[in-house]
């Protein structure tokens, strides 16, 4: 029984613990999952229909389109999430017309915290390169690599007598 105790102790502890790291400094990652991510995916999907709003590397491929430096399309993103406009959206209409305005996060999101959102999406995104050309969609995967060939070589030694 002691030891039950002492162990529910110990587990408690450690939800403590962790439960503080949680709270105290959060990366910019972890912060825009929390907040962003519920509307804006991450990975282009194969069926758009679904979306509520454009994937993120598309908008922030847009966001630097329109701002050479990462101060201005950081200041940029801090602003506009806090007060969206069709007049300051990078997007192109259209995709306003599809999805309608961005709802404003203001007083959901710190602005210390849309900081970092905005910094790790500008060095994160997007992360494909090279504009326009097929985002996301099929990775080629392992074939044809270099030095694949040759594996295998040397089975079978041929029937050993009988
Ligand atoms: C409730 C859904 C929703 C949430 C949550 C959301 N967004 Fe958006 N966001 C949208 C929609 C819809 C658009 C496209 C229309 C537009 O540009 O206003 C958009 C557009 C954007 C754009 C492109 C702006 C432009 O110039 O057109 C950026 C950048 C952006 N969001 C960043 C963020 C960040 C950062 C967060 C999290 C702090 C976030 N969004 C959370 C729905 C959302």
Avoid: W
């Avoid at 002492?6 to 999952?33: D, H, N, P, R, Y």
């Avoid at 959901?108 to 969609?137: C, F």
Wanted: aromatic fraction near 4%; charge should be positive.
């Amino acid at each position: 029984m002691k030891k039950i105790i002492q162990s529910i102790t110990i587990i408690g502890m450690l939800t403590a613990v962790s439960g503080t790291l949680q709270a105290g400094e959060k990366s910019g990652e972890a912060l825009f999952k929390a907040n962003c991510t519920s509307c804006h995916v991450t990975v282009h999907p194969e069926d758009e229909s679904k979306l509520t709003a454009p994937p993120i590397m598309g908008a922030v491929r847009h966001v630097k389109m329109n701002h050479a430096t990462k101060e201005a399309a950081v200041a940029f993103i801090v602003d506009y999430v806090q007060n969206p406009s069709k007049e300051k959206a990078a997007c192109e209409a259209h995709t306003i017309d599809k999805f309608g305005l961005m709802p404003s996060l203001k007083g959901a999101v710190s602005e210390a915290d849309l900081k970092k959102i905005a910094e790790y999406l500008y060095d994160t995104y997007p992360n494909g390169q090279g504009h326009g050309r097929g985002h996301g969609k099929g990775r080629q995967g392992g074939k044809g690599c270099r030095g694949e060939r040759g594996h295998g070589r040397g089975a079978g030694h041929g029937g050993h007598g009988r």
